[in-house]
């Protein structure tokens, strides 16, 4: 019995061994790979990123992207619609940054308002803010926080909005949040990502959280 073990000791080293060595292997291939997608991105531009899907986290995530922008120093544009709270966490926090513009331009959901004109109205002046920013190459990002939800419902005209997130400045990036983002929002982006809805504590009874949600 004593001998078995200097045998099973040599045969898990030996074993261990060859996973390491697999493992090199396919790092070095995976490394070659990625080395190689590297350099083949040369292009640099302006881009535009859609964040949608029924999941919680869309315009977190857009937030997260412009605390990073921020950390570049980057100029920023911020036009949040639908939404009217102008106490939240993330504006007291980035709107008070240096270099960044931002406006709180809706007047609640819509199953608040109950008045379809009046959200027109109210859309047509965010968009109006919107549009002067996807003209001005002064600004790196412009986030647009629910725009999906306007051209969705047909508040602001699908085809001028996509015309000027098309034809914005050549540099400038742009953030567009929002659920059921539309087929020709998301063929016109450069990254979509679709935050999916598995789980959600409100569901359970637990009311927004500051620091959380708020």
């Known amino acids: 019995m004593l001998c078995l073990f200097p045998l099973s000791r040599l045969a898990m080293n030996t074993e261990s061994a060859d996973r390491n060595a697999r493992h090199t292997a396919r790092m070095a291939r995976k490394k070659s790979l990625i080395d190689a997608a590297?350099?083949?991105?040369?292009?640099?531009?302006?881009?535009?990123?859609?964040?949608?899907?029924n999941g919680k986290g869309k315009s977190t995530s857009a937030f997260g992207t412009m605390a990073r922008a921020l950390g570049h120093g980057m100029k920023i544009g911020?036009?949040?619609f639908i939404k009217s709270r102008t106490d939240t966490g993330e504006e007291a926090f980035l709107g008070s940054q240096p270099g960044v513009e931002w406006h709180v331009t809706g007047d609640g959901f819509t199953w608040d308002t109950q008045n379809r004109e009046q959200d027109i109205a109210t859309a047509g002046r965010g968009w109006a803010i919107a549009?002067?920013?996807?003209?001005?190459?002064?600004?790196?990002?412009?986030?647009?926080?629910?725009?999906?939800?306007?051209?969705?419902?047909?508040?602001?005209?699908r085809d001028a909005v996509l015309d000027a997130l098309a034809g914005r400045p050549p540099m400038q990036h742009v953030i567009v949040t929002g659920r059921a983002a539309s087929g020709a929002l998301i063929e016109l982006a450069d990254t979509v990502s679709i935050i999916?809805?598995?789980?959600?504590?409100?569901?359970?009874?637990v009311k927004a959280q500051?620091?959380?949600?708020?």
């Open 210 to 214: 500051p620091g959380i949600d708020l």
């Open 38 to 53: 590297i350099d083949a991105a040369t292009d640099e531009r302006g881009l535009l990123l859609v964040i949608t899907g």
């Open 78 to 80: 911020v036009v949040q």
């Open 131 to 157: 549009a002067r920013m996807l003209t001005d190459p002064s600004f790196n990002l412009v986030v647009l926080d629910e725009l999906t939800y306007l051209l969705n419902d047909g508040y602001l005209d």
């Open 196 to 205: 999916a809805d598995e789980k959600h504590a409100f569901r359970a009874g």
